[in-house]
């Protein structure tokens, strides 16, 4: 039940990383035709500044449940190393609760902004004025996904033996900050 | 409350949050709306999410992913061991000449990537079992690789020249220029240091029986034409009139990607996918830290925190260079436990005012905060680059890489101390370039 | 937010502290942070235990956030280019429409005007009160032909200030690249721009003499007007004892007054600035003018009486002030 429960949220945060991929993907596209367009055709861009934008900045959230998932948000651990693996543990799930705390509280947030810029319609002020709901949706589909990828970890923890050494630890934090050069070493 | 006293809880909160050893960005965002209700309760929940949105949605840190962006795709392609390779030809009799490759590598390599870690890794994954190999201590390899990954946000194109851009409204153009000679100037002298270093051990080997003929020197420098291309493309772009720092950056990212796919013949999806894939989880951590960080000034100004601090430091009677001091050292303990990009969104906007008050040159400042955030990425606890050092080369003790490192982080203060005598080192070439700072 | 504060804050005893917020930098002079400095001062001499808490250079809100703030009485005071908000409430775009307003004087007539009158309530019933006005002029420049005419924009490169007036360069056959305002420089630098429209306070911050070979000024017959009042948030605002109302109600006047005296001046003083620069500095005739009035009917104008409900009367009414 609570393994099925984990692996259908980890699915999910990769289908939404994929979602945040893609958005990037189109934002460097986007990018280089609107220099195009601007300096070899000398022709107006209207829409391209805020696509890139908001594209951008969706895929921060839309990415991050995954980056939760891959152990890849850089946190401080210098009291879980001095500490014995009982304590690690209640360390760890406090740390867990805290994130889950703060991902449930932008959830509100977000889901209050978000609804309010549906209901009212709200616009981007510029000349393509796309629909602010679009790009502020990003936020209550990120939370709420981390807010689930938090309660998976911590049903994971509760449930695992005692066990992390630090130096794994620190391999999966460089899988998060630099994992194209470890790609290739882990084959 | 008082605003220092709140200031202080603020900060305790933050601190107590963080030694969890949850993610910064999380920490961050939790103190910040802990102190927010505690202020005005919770109707300030109409505004977090315009807040922390707002903070990233903004052109110039477009850029941040794209930067990301070329160097997965460099990093995750044969181009790093073919320049590796080819610097060690050239360079093989020289004492030290390994050490020197890595550095020259990292150098070369940092012009392509705004970031740190990644310069790290991708140098670092040939470079460090190579010298191992060949003889070197443990500490010699992993440390000098560690230091010179360190160039990747000083060297033009920088994540963190970026983010200070944005954090304090200076030209990003002017920045990147301004960070051209003193990244010059550190790869000397970490290269000095090498060689001093390595003549004073007496490393030889067997590196200089091996001996390549000017044929076999010149055989490998198409092998390292990508990476010029590259370089001179995104030069191109950047200061050739086509487009706008920001836009570059999308750009160049296209470009090293078309460059890497067909040099190296990466035809399949997955290395391709793995590339975006790798990118997209390093700038969403960036950003995430960033968007977070937009909560926590947000809450520290709310709190009139910044404000009486800014004031406060203001109003002392001390010496400008005695302030600069202070300022370094703060720097050097906030670097020790917090990535740059979360330094310089905290600090810029209550540091900048102080700076330029005092009478500091904003671009010059911005090189020296970034030599500080240099040093914080290869100290413990939090170092970014020993993280990367500690996967590639998971035998190596992490008590040997520090202790390698250690020399260069003294390198680090010299170039500080000489960027304090010597200004100019920084800010000759953006005035030779744009004009005067206004 | 002032509650809160006055129970929590420090400054204590009985003193109410207000934040005010805006985007612009603070302490150097600039008009529109010297209008709230000034209502800051004011009404602090005013001794009806009222404080107010300057947070300039959106070191507090970022610009465009500021409105909902403002709307739910998180922020108490803002100085706020209106047409920011106008993706909430369409009809501000008119605050920011090309040629509604020509010049300083006329400026001033509209204030009090029906179309300002209409302006005011949709503010208001937003949760917003207005408590000093100001619209800042504007002008082009351009690293080509001085723009005066509409077919001196024809081909040119521009990053206009406002949707409106983007779909009016448009119509008269300018090319349109949205960029924050930020990258003009370089935009004109690297040569992605040929010309930028902008406020008279940005030609000159932005140091854009030292890319363009013609200004624009506003003069007697300007395009480029924004309405970027003094707000207070309504809720805060009837929050107050009647005394510290007055109090704000006469710094605004003071901030008013002020403002029409510096604008002048604001002008000359980028005049000077770009003269000194030996940049050219033209104004439109009245002849350029109505022909960019003409232009604006069929693009900008038309376009808002038609997607905004009640955008037609705001221009006629806004047409009809002497
Ligand atoms: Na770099
Ligand atoms: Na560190």
């Keep these: 039940m609570i393994s099925a429960f984990v692996s259908a949220v980890g699915a999910l945060s990769r289908l939404l990383a994929i979602v945040a991929t893609l958005l990037l993907i189109a934002a460097m596209l986007v990018v280089c035709e609107m220099i195009l367009v601007r300096y070899v055709f000398r022709a107006a861009t209207i829409w391209q500044t805020d696509f890139v934008i908001f594209a951008a900045t969706a895929s921060v959230f839309l990415g991050a449940p995954y980056v939760l998932l891959k152990n890849g948000h850089v946190g401080v651990d210098v009291v879980e190393l001095l500490l014995k693996p009982r304590p690690r543990r209640v360390l760890r799930i406090i740390g867990a609760l805290c994130g889950l705390a703060f991902c449930a509280a932008m959830l509100a947030a977000s889901y209050i902004n978000f609804e309010e810029a549906w209901s009212a319609g709200w616009k981007h002020s510029s000349v393509w004025a796309p629909r602010l709901w679009i790009p502020l949706s990003a936020l209550p589909v990120g939370f709420g996904m981390l807010c689930l990828q938090y309660v998976a970890q911590i049903l994971v923890m509760l449930r695992e033996p005692l066990q992390a050494d630090p130096a794994a630890e620190h391999i999966a934090m460089a899988h998060a900050v630099a994992p194209h050069a470890l790609e290739e070493t882990a084959r | 409350m008082s605003p220092v006293s709140s200031g202080l809880l603020l900060v305790g909160g933050l601190f107590a949050l963080l030694a969890t050893g949850m993610p910064i960005a999380f920490a961050l965002g939790l103190a910040a709306v802990g102190a927010l209700v505690l202020q005005g309760g919770f109707p300030i929940f109409y505004v977090l999410s315009e807040t922390m949105f707002a903070g990233i949605a903004n052109l110039a840190y477009v850029s ?375 | 937010a002032a509650a809160f504060i006055s129970l929590a804050g420090p400054a204590a005893q009985a003193d109410t502290v207000l934040k005010a917020s805006h985007q612009f930098p603070g302490g150097k002079g600039d008009v529109r942070d010297e209008m709230v400095q000034i209502i800051a001062r004011e009404v602090e001499a005013a001794n009806v235990g009222l404080k107010i808490q300057v947070f300039p250079g959106s070191s507090l809100y970022k610009p465009n956030d500021q409105w909902n703030a403002l709307a739910r009485g998180l922020l108490d005071m803002s100085s706020f280019p209106l047409d920011y908000a106008s993706g909430k409430v369409p009809q501000f775009s008119a605050t920011l429409m090309p040629g509604l307003v020509g010049n300083l004087d006329r400026a001033k007539r509209l204030n009090d005007s029906p179309f300002m009158a209409d302006i005011k309530k949709l503010i208001s019933d937003a949760g917003v009160v207005v408590i000093a006005d100001a619209w800042l002029s504007g002008g082009f420049v351009s690293k080509k032909d001085c723009i005066t005419s509409p077919e001196s924009i024809k081909g040119q490169v521009v990053r206009a200030a406002g949707p409106a007036f983007e779909q009016m360069l448009a119509a008269a056959g300018a090319s349109i690249s949205s960029m924050p305002s930020s990258e003009i420089y370089t935009g004109m630098q690297t040569g992605v721009l040929d010309a930028a429209n902008t406020s008279s306070a940005s030609l000159v911050s932005y140091r854009l003499f030292e890319q363009g070979k013609c200004l624009t000024a506003p003069g007697e017959n300007a395009l480029w007007f924004m309405y970027e009042p003094v707000l207070m948030s309504k809720r805060v605002f009837e929050g107050l004892t009647e005394p510290q109302r007055a109090a704000i109600l006469a710094a605004g006047k003071k901030s008013e007054a002020f403002f029409d005296a510096e604008i002048r001046k604001g002008d000359q003083k980028m005049i000077d600035a770009y003269k000194k620069a030996n940049v050219q500095v ?41």
């Design chain 2, 64 to 438: 941040i992913p794209m930067f990301v962006l070329m160097g997965a795709a460099v990093a995750s392609s044969p181009a790093g061991g073919d320049l590796y390779a080819s610097l060690d030809r050239w360079l093989n009799r020289v004492p030290g000449g390994l050490v020197l490759s890595n550095i020259g590598a990292c150098a070369i390599f940092s012009g392509m990537t705004g970031s740190s870690p990644a310069t790290c890794a991708a140098i670092g994954k040939m470079g460090i079992p190579e010298m191992m190999n060949r003889g070197y201590p443990a500490s010699v390899a992993t440390g000098s690789i560690a230091a010179g990954g360190t160039l990747g946000i000083l060297i033009p194109p920088s994540v963190t020249l970026i983010v200070y851009g944005i954090s304090t409204e200076t030209s990003i153009g002017r920045l990147f220029m301004a960070g051209v000679l003193p990244g010059i100037m550190l790869t000397a002298m970490f290269m000095v240091w090498a060689v001093f270093d390595a003549k004073r051990k007496g490393f030889e080997f067997g590196a200089r029986a091996m001996r390549y003929t000017l044929a076999q020197k010149l055989e490998t420098l198409p092998r390292i034409g990508p990476f010029l291309l590259i370089i001179a493309g995104t030069l191109y772009v950047l200061y050739g009139g086509i487009a706008t720092p920001s836009e570059a950056a999308g750009a160049g990212a296209l470009l090293t990607l078309l460059v890497v796919v067909i040099a190296y013949r990466l035809f399949r999806f997955r290395p391709i996918a793995g590339i975006f894939g790798s990118a997209m989880r390093e700038s969403v951590m960036i950003m995430m830290i960033m968007a977070a960080a937009e909560l926590f000034s947000f809450a520290l100004s709310s709190l009139f925190v910044t404000q009486t601090v800014a004031s406060a430091i203001a109003s002392l009677e001390v010496n400008r260079w005695v302030l600069m001091a202070v300022i370094n050292l703060f720097l050097l303990v906030a670097g020790m436990f917090l990535p740059p990009v979360a330094v310089i969104v905290m600090s810029a906007p209550l540091l900048f005012p102080i700076v330029t008050q005092a009478g500091f040159d904003p671009y010059w400042f911005a090189i020296v905060l970034t030599i500080n955030m240099e040093v914080g990425l290869i100290t413990p606890p939090v170092g970014l680059n020993l993280f990367v050092i500690n996967a590639i080369a998971p035998q190596v003790p992490t008590r040997d890489i520090l202790w390698g490192s250690l020399p260069y982080v003294l390198v680090m203060f010299l170039a500080i101390l000489i960027l304090c005598i010597f200004p100019e080192i920084a800010t000759w070439l953006p005035n030779q370039m744009m004009g005067a700072a206004t």
């Design chain 3, 282 to 322: 033209v104004e439109m005739s009245k002849g350029d003018y109505d022909a960019w009035l003409a232009v604006a009917k069929s693009s900008a104008y038309d376009k808002f009486a038609n997607d905004v409900p009640g955008g037609g009367e705001l221009i006629e009414k806004a047409l009809a002030v002497k």
